[in-house]
């Protein structure tokens, strides 16, 4: 089959024109992160943020020109709003707190490496944290690999209620946006770093998200440039860290943990993710690697230590199933392991708010 080019891709974007300014979006230097990779094609399209709500029908032409190229079999365009400063990399503006005015604190749950259960104590956390009477969303940053529509159990596309922003997708009590309700599932995901940025905004600026005490972020797995950048636009209240106990992971952990050191997040604690195998059958305990290793880890780095949660097939067959174990079984020990995480986690949260107000500048009238 007939590879598509780069240059193609240029060419068939030329005939696509900026509504407002008539020129075409290539010569008007609006296209960025161009990837094509075995026909499948991937580039944003950038654009003022005050314009892009309205900018929908553009991205969607520019989407099916490519489309319609011989040798194209997927595209996807996104819009960002980032403009590359100086010829530097996009995206080192920080995001601030005016996108989501409702949104009291932001919790990112990160990992050093995929799957270690990430999403699954992200979805959990997000349940536990509703439990105790929190308005609640959950931002699917991860992605590369979105899984909150499964977890959640949401299919669908999302609507807009007013015309201009998108309204969350919700279920089980939780408002959830998620790449993976804006793209086909068998969408390759290529994204560059930047494009990545740009779409992270658009979820925190053109979703309604409306008033949330607290919002979790499940982060894209690792510590490279995407996710060190990610950390420092997200006006994070904090993180918490998910690990498993072998000691690979482990280091995985640390790499997470100084991430958010740099960029001055500060780390709620750390979750040792199965942690303990419990047998279905008889529900004997074994520790198949070294028990505890997290905990002794999070004493050494100084972090708190949030909890542990055994490897169990029912945790995973709940969230799998879009019934995640904390809304499904909530008389449950693992229900109570994350309940307790959710606890020290918005302790964490009240504490990093009440140090935030104390610090803001005050008006004293003499
Ligand atoms: P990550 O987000 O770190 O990539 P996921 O949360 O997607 O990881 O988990 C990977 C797989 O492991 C999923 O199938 C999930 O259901 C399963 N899983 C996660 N935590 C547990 C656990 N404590 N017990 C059993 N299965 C788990």
């Known amino acids: 089959m007939t590879q598509v080019t780069e240059t193609q891709i240029l060419e068939a974007l030329q005939g696509v024109a900026d509504p407002d300014r ?12 161009l990837q094509v990779k075995d026909g499948h094609v991937a580039f944003a399209i950038q654009v003022d943020p005050e314009r892009g709500p309205h900018m929908e029908p553009l991205r969607k032409a520019a989407e099916d020109r490519v489309h319609g190229l011989p040798g194209v079999l997927s595209v996807t365009a996104v819009l960002t709003a980032e403009r590359p400063q100086d010829g530097g990399p996009a995206g080192q503006v920080p995001v601030d707190d005016v996108l989501m005015p409702g949104v009291k604190s932001i919790v990112a749950v990160a990992s050093g490496k995929g799957g270690v259960g990430k999403s699954t104590t992200a979805v959990n956390l997000a349940l536990a944290l509703r439990d105790k009477g929190l308005k609640v969303g959950l931002l699917d940053a991860d ?12 299919g669908g596309d999302p609507t807009s209620s007013d015309g201009h922003r998108l309204d969350p997708m919700q279920n089980h009590g939780i408002k959830c946006m998620s790449m993976g309700f804006l793209v086909e599932e068998e969408t390759p995901v290529i994204w560059r770093g930047p494009m990545v940025m740009g779409a992270l905004e658009q979820f925190m600026r053109d979703v309604d998200w409306g008033d949330l005490d607290v919002m979790v972020v499940d982060m894209p797995p690792g510590t490279g440039d ?25 280091a995985d952990a640390r790499k997470g943990l100084n991430m958010f ?11 040792e993710n199965m942690s303990y195998f419990v047998c279905p059958h008889c529900g004997e305990r074994t520790e198949i690697f070294s028990h505890g290793g997290a905990k002794a880890e999070a004493d050494l780095l100084g972090m708190a230590f949030l909890g542990e949660v055994p490897l169990d097939v029912a945790i ?3 969230s799998d199933g879009g019934h995640p174990i904390v809304d499904s079984d909530p008389e449950s020990p693992h229900t109570r392991a994350y309940r307790q995480i959710a606890d020290q986690v918005w302790d964490g949260v ?5 140090r935030k107000q104390a610090q803001a500048p005050r008006i004293v009238l003499q």
């Open 261 to 271: 050191r740099k960029t001055d997040v500060p780390v709620l604690g750390l979750i």
């Open 226 to 250: 995407a996710q060190l950048t990610m950390a420092q636009r997200v006006p994070l209240t904090g993180a918490v860290i998910v690990s498993t106990p072998q000691d690979i992971a482990l």
């Open 316 to 318: 995973r067959e709940t």
């Open 350 to 354: 009240e504490q990093q708010l009440a």
């Open 143 to 154: 992605i590369y690999g979105p899984s909150m529509p499964r977890m959640l159990g949401i």
């Open 22 to 33: 008539g020129g075409s979006i290539v010569d008007l230097g609006m296209i960025a992160g």
